[in-house]
């Protein structure tokens, strides 16, 4: 079934270590984008995408870092990470950025403890 | 401060009983959508609303995009315990989709 996958889906890391979460989508979508989901905040945005060679910051970027190589593959690292940074990780894609009459899809989400 | 505020927080109602889940900005927006979001899973549209004052039904949910496109509001008429999850809106802002702080809905049989 073609949609988006995120890998792991959930994982406990040692403050200060590096971890990179994984996206990959297969619908050929151009945009896409990293959220984090704690309790009473929602969604907000750390990083987008909004084509393949290009991202930009969302709200919370500070810790974060993304690559966008291909239009398939984005991922989310954490180059060191703090127990602040325990949250919920959702990776979204959907045909085109900036055009907000479009369906985003999501991944099942990583669910991220720092420790 | 988020770009979109949604009210209340929490609503926990009988089954049967009606609710309305708000949405608003100071920020005007071409479209807001509405997602919802169960337990466990990434959220799914429900809905996309264009057009200032525009209404639109999905079966017992009613959506209603403001005159000036900054808020909109979700109604849910005699609802049902398969109507309980997050409810979150999401807007364009210079190619950025965010989304509200979501309102939780609980519904009991």
Sequence with gaps: ?115 | TQLLEQSPQFLSIQEGENLTVYCNSSSVFSSLQWYRQEPGEGPVLLVTVVTGGEVKKLKRLTFQFGDARKDSSLHITAAQPGDTGLYLCAGDSWGKLQFGAGTQVVVTP
């Design chain 1, 1 to 115: 079934i073609a949609g988006i996958t995120q890998a792991p889906t959930s994982q406990i890391l040692a403050a200060g270590r590096r971890m990179t979460l994984r996206c990959t989508q297969d619908m050929r979508h151009n945009a896409m984008y990293w959220y984090r989901q704690d309790l009473g905040l929602g969604l907000r945005l750390i990083h987008y995408s909004n084509t393949a060679g290009t991202t930009g910051k969302g709200e919370v970027p500070d810790g974060y870092s993304v690559s966008r190589a291909n239009t398939d593959d984005f991922p989310l690292t954490l180059a060191s990470a703090v127990p602040s940074q325990t949250s919920v990780y959702f990776c979204a894609s959907r045909p085109e950025g900036g055009q907000a009459n479009t369906e985003a899809f999501f991944g099942q989400g990583t669910r991220l403890t720092v420790v």
